[in-house]
Structure formats: C-alpha cells, structure tokens
C-alpha cells in the first residue's frame, strides 16, 4: 500500500482548499460519480466528512447538472372543478379536439376531413361534428353546430397551437393555420371562456384524448380502411356516437364509484417542490435532440396556480417568448446562487 494512502494528508471540511481538490480530481476522472470521486480522493487526502463533501460539490459542478439534472416536478394538483359538477346542464364546461384525418370520396378525387370530438367535463358526454379542414372558418362553424345542437356552453378548454397527441403529420401542419384570436372572439360572442393548455402538455388534455381513443377503435372497427363518401362518413360519426356515449357512460360511472375514492391517497407527486422564479436560468428538455444540445433559457414570468404552486412559466429566447411547463425544465442556476 503507497505511503499516501497510508497517512493522508487531512483537510477540513469546510475549508475552499478541501472543495478546489475534490472539484479538481472530480474533472480528472471526466466528472465521474461520487463513489469513484472520493475512493480517487482519498488515495492522497482524507477530507472529515468527505461524502457530503463530494456529493455537495458535485450538485454544483454546471457540467454535471447540464448532463445529468432531473426535470423539475411539483405537487400533484387536484382535480378541476369542472370535472366534479354534475349538477350543471350537459355541456356547459366542455374540452374539444381535431382527430384525423379520413380520406373520403368526392367524384373521381380522394379529400381529407377531420373529426371534431367535444366532452363534457361533468357528465363525459360525448358530441361528433365533421369539419371540412381544420382552418380557422371550418373550425368556427363546428363550433358554432355545436352549440346549436348541444345548447349554451359557459367554458371550453383544448390544446394549444399543433401539439395534438396522436393526430397525424397533416394535422399538425394543417393546424398551424388557425387563426387562433378570431376563433377566441367568435366564442366570446357567446358568451364562453376559451382556455389552452401549456404548449407540450398533452396530458393536460387526458379527458379528450382517451375519448379520441375509443373513437378511433370504433371508426377503424367499422370502416375496415374503406372510402367512404361525406354523407357516409357523416352517418358513420353520428351511428358511432351512441356507441362511444355507452362507453362514455360506464365509464364515468366507473371512474366515480371504484377510481376516484383511490385517488385519496396519491402514490406519486405528494411532496411540494420549491418554485422556479424569474431569473432563474433552466435546460428546456427536448426528447428529439441530444441532451447535451438542450438549449439553455432564463424564465421570465411564471405562473403559480390557486394555491401558489408554479406549474408552467414564460422562457426568454433569442427570437421570442415560448411558454412550457415546469417539468419540461432543469434548473441549471437559481436565481439566488447567482
């Protein structure tokens, strides 16, 4: 056994001297873990309490957080009240979607249309409409058949901008030409409160999108990949609706009498999680490129919900301002280190 293993040379703790070694043979070993950090360290020094000292040293090493920082998380959060109203009218708090598209016949030629599903949040009722694009007019006059049909709605929710969970590739591009503040000002018409989800949180919008689901079974059971004509497929959604309004049902009653008594108890997400603040300069977590090409952001404006928990916030980049939520970000650097 070599001399220096022996008879270490001994450092404090909390002297700089004990954090500039440890920081040094940690970069030696191309910023290795703390088990084979320390075992290094302390073939020529011995440090008091050098665990901590290693694993705290660690925590700050910027390469180390930019390559293996977890994303944020934060207290699970209850359920909207909407979801728990059955008393109101059906319809009166509803969530919709595009999903598609099908291909049907007209004359000689083959022509996309859209399926547009609208949920109640209460009651889990189900409402079809067929659109002939997904544009800003032919999204308008859904909505607006919609409301004629199913009576007064008081507040609609959807996602936001082209991120809709399983639509195909021309959903998404044809999405990104709806004129989003026209569309807003023809609800307001009527009275009614149009909200979007955080950009990338499609599970925000779980309660279409498990609908959609069910629809798509049923439409891909029926048709058997067969064109059908527009009134065809007209007929098809509304022969369907019953169908997936029986599913619907069930399953809310389901959900009420077996699932939402277990809910009591949460099995994950049951701690509060400090909140990111304005300044702080975060990793924006991109699952289509390399971890190490992640851009790195500063938050300009948060968003705490009710009860003071920040679920989604505001990042300043070089050309604009993208909104996304906490658990698309790796804090790098709070604002109060800096």
């Not at 099908?102 to 083959?110: D, I, L, Q, S, Y």
């Not at 026209?182 to 989800?197: D, E, K, P, T, Y």
């Not at 304005?278 to 300009?300: F, H, N, Q, T, Y």
Request: hydrophobic share 40%; glycine share 6%; aromatic share 8%.
């Amino acid at each position: 056994m070599p001399e220096d293993v022996k008879h270490p040379l001994i450092l404090a703790k909390d002297q700089h001297i004990s954090v500039l070694i440890s920081r040094h043979i940690h970069q030696q070993l191309s910023h290795s873990g703390r088990n084979h950090t320390l075992a290094n360290l302390r073939k020529k020094f011995w440090i008091t309490n050098g665990n901590s000292v290693v694993r705290k040293m660690i925590s700050q090493c910027s390469f180390c957080r930019r390559h293996n920082g977890r994303v944020q998380e934060q207290k699970m959060a209850d359920l909207p009240k909407e979801r728990l109203l059955p008393d109101l009218p059906p319809f009166t708090n509803v969530g919709g979607d595009f999903f598609g598209p099908f291909n049907v016949k007209r004359g000689r030629n083959c022509v996309k249309r859209y399926g547009v599903i609208f949920t109640c949040f209460s009651s889990r009722a189900v409402h079809l409409e067929m659109a002939q694009s997904v544009d800003t007019d032919a999204c308008i006059n859904a909505l607006r058949r919609f409301i004629c049909r199913g009576g007064q709605v008081s507040s609609m929710k959807s996602d936001n901008g082209t991120n809709f969970v399983g639509a195909e590739r021309e959903l998404r591009e044809a999405l990104s030409s709806l004129n989003h503040n026209q569309i807003h000002r023809a609800l307001l018409q009527h009275g009614i409160h149009w909200s979007f989800n955080p950009p990338t949180a499609s599970h925000h919008g779980g309660v279409w999108e498990r609908l959609i689901r069910m629809v798509r079974k049923v439409l891909n059971s029926v048709l058997h990949l067969q064109v059908l004509d527009e009134d065809g497929l007209n007929t098809v959604l509304c022969r369907r609706w019953r169908q997936v309004q029986y599913m619907a049902d069930l399953f809310w009653k389901r959900w009420v009498q077996e699932y939402l008594p277990l809910l009591q108890e949460r099995q994950k997400w049951n701690q509060s999680k400090g909140n990111l603040v304005p300044g702080d300069i975060v990793l924006l977590a991109d699952s289509s490129v390399p971890r190490g090409s992640w851009l790195m952001e500063r938050i300009l404006e948060v968003f705490p919900d009710k009860k003071g928990f920040v679920r989604s916030v505001h990042l300043k980049t070089k050309t604009n301002i993208l909104e996304r939520l906490v658990t698309k970000l790796c804090l790098l650097q709070a604002v109060s280190n800096s």
